[in-house]
């Protein structure tokens, strides 16, 4: 049996899927981008005069995908701590790949305790966002 996690907090999911789904002690997080919640706008996102995105921060969606990532845990009873397992897709590897490996340092400052993670570099997303996150924790009370 399995139930469906919805966050009031994090920004609605771009398809028809709950933002995690428990599994006895697991929980599996659909993959988290960085959206302002309410708004959907992009942080660190700009665009030229006909809607072409022309600059994207790093910086500014790795914080933002990490705070929505804590707000589905926490919605789900869970916590940082709880993660286990994150894999990272980054639509520019060779780029983004410093300043995102750095600031996963920032909140995860021990090896030993931070979460398994694979990065991988991918050509697109579903929306104008250059990193998704896809997580697997232990699941809240």
């Keep these: 049996m399995s139930e469906s996690v919805n966050a009031t907090n994090a ?16 929980l ?6 960085p959206r302002t919640p ?6 660190g996102n700009e665009y030229a005069a006909d809607g072409s995105l022309t600059r994207y921060d790093i910086a500014a969606q790795c ?9 589905v845990l926490e919605a789900s009873g869970a916590g940082w701590t709880d993660l286990i397992d994150v894999t990272v897709y980054l639509t520019d590897m060779a780029r983004d790949f410093p300043v995102y490996n750095r600031i996963w340092a920032e909140y ?3 090896p030993a305790t931070a979460p398994c993670r694979t990065t991988l570099g991918i ?3 579903p929306t104008p966002i250059a990193i998704e996150l ?8």
């Design 108 to 110: 995860f400052p021990d």
């Design 134 to 141: 896809k997580c697997v924790a232990r699941a809240g009370a």
């Design 11 to 26: 920004p609605k999911p771009v398809g028809n899927y709950p933002h995690a789904r428990r599994v006895g002690e697991l």
């Design 63 to 71: 914080h933002s995908v990490f705070a929505n990532v804590r707000a």
């Design 28 to 33: 599996f997080l659909s993959g988290i981008g």
């Design 123 to 125: 050509t697109a997303l």
């Design 38 to 43: 309410g708004s959907n706008a992009i942080p």
